[in-house]
């Protein structure tokens, strides 16, 4: 029996995914080999001898200890593009909460309640809450991944110039975007020449703040800003500056924070890009499967930590070791098995996968004990 351990609340199409026979599927669980996270930050957690992998079912992996669960041997899998439709979605909406007082107007027509003759106010009061129309106007997109490239195309069909720069932009992902929209080389180009710009980058220690006084400065005056990325990429006391100088006309976050909560000009929504029925149920499918694939198979499909191995099981035992990709422990593994060997790098670690006839319980534990091994799992 297997354990797996929900940090959060996963949808159940999900978790059903595990064969009840064979795994135990609950939020309290002693030493689980898995756990299911969406938003619970794990930096701290001690993480016990028996976990494999951890699944994130969304995008980010900011609140996991990537590092640690690499050098631990654990495993950390995330949904690509599983709720990007629903991010997609509402990033059309806060460019339209950035171009007009929307909000500001819906509070001031609840405000209403119980006065006389409201239509007449309505008509005689709106005209504090215009605004501007996106047609015609260039969005910078910073990010052109599976969300910030939907949103390239929405926009694009919106009647929006479109512009992006991603250095880290994936062929397959180039392909989905629509051929009127720009690549430009630097996130200045974009600076530069945006009315809006929407962020959809990780937070990173590169880019954390990367949104600062400096960039501000770069920018068109009364730009508008969207961030449905993370809170971090922002430097919160230069937006608020920019804000008030005018620099900055509108920020629309979906990470509200203690700083940006009831400021002016900052539209803050609760983290609600991908709590969709949709995106919920796409992202637990997707974590559970990896999961499954992983345990089952030793199979590595859409991990941050660890590099992407899959290989079809041709003999009766999987030997799958995690280490550290440093000389001599590939060649000493080929010494202690017989059989047939996959094995890949990723910056400072390896997997390797070894299908052997023989379960070879001695090989295994010498493999366990070799200095720069993390972990070995007998499938
Ligand atoms: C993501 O990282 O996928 C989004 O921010 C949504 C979420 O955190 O669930």
């Given at each position: 029996?297997?354990?797996?351990?929900?940090?959060?609340?996963i949808a159940p199409c999900g978790t059903d995914l595990f064969d009840k026979a064979e795994y135990a599927v609950e939020e309290t669980i002693e030493n689980p080999d898995a756990i299911m996270v969406r938003s619970?930050?794990?930096h701290e957690m001690e993480f016990g001898t028996n976990l494999k992998a951890i699944a994130r079912a969304g995008a980010g992996v900011n609140n996991i200890p990537l590092d640690r669960c690499a050098e631990q041997g654990i495993v950390v899998f995330n949904t690509p593009g599983a709720n990007a439709n629903a991010v997609k979605e509402?990033?059309?909406?806060a460019l339209m909460l950035a171009s007009r007082d929307i909000v500001g107007g819906i509070e001031w027509a609840n405000s209403l309640v119980g006065t006389e003759n409201i239509a007449k106010q309505v008509e005689k009061g709106k005209s504090k809450f215009g605004g501007v129309e996106i047609t015609g106007k260039t969005l910078g997109i910073i990010g052109l991944g599976a969300i910030g490239g939907m949103l390239a195309n929405a926009a694009e069909s919106l009647g929006m110039n479109v512009i992006g720069?991603?250095?880290y932009l994936s062929v397959e992902a180039a392909w989905n975007i629509n051929s009127n929209v720009k690549r430009v080389a630097t996130f200045e180009d974009v600076f530069k020449n945006s009315d809006y710009i929407s962020v959809h980058v990780p937070a990173t220690a590169e880019t954390k703040g990367f949104l600062n006084e400096k960039s501000f400065g770069i920018m068109k005056d009364g730009v508008r800003i969207l961030n449905l990325a993370r809170a971090d990429l922002v430097n919160t006391d230069d937006l608020k500056a920019a804000l008030e100088s005018g620099k900055v006309a509108s920020y629309v976050t979906d990470f509200p924070t203690e700083e940006t909560v009831g400021v002016k000009g900052i539209v803050a929504i609760p983290h609600l890009g991908a709590s969709t029925?949709?995106?919920?149920d796409n992202c637990a499918v997707m974590a559970a499967?990896?999961?499954i694939d992983y345990l089952e198979n030793g199979n590595i499909k859409n991990s941050v930590n660890y590099p992407a191995v899959s290989a079809p099981r041709n003999r009766a035992n999987r030997v799958c070791v995690l280490h550290?990709?440093?000389d001599g422990i590939f060649s000493t593994l080929t010494t202690l098995f017989k059989g047939d060997f996959v094995t890949k790098s990723r910056g400072n670690v390896a997997y390797t996968i070894v299908d052997t006839d023989e379960p070879n319980n001695d090989a295994v534990a010498k493999?366990?004990?070799l200095d720069g091994v993390y972990k070995v799992n007998v499938i």
């Open positions: 029996m297997k354990n797996i351990q929900l940090l959060n609340k619970a930050v794990m509402l990033a059309v909406c720069c991603d250095p029925e949709e995106a919920e499967k990896e999961l550290a990709d440093a493999a366990a004990a």
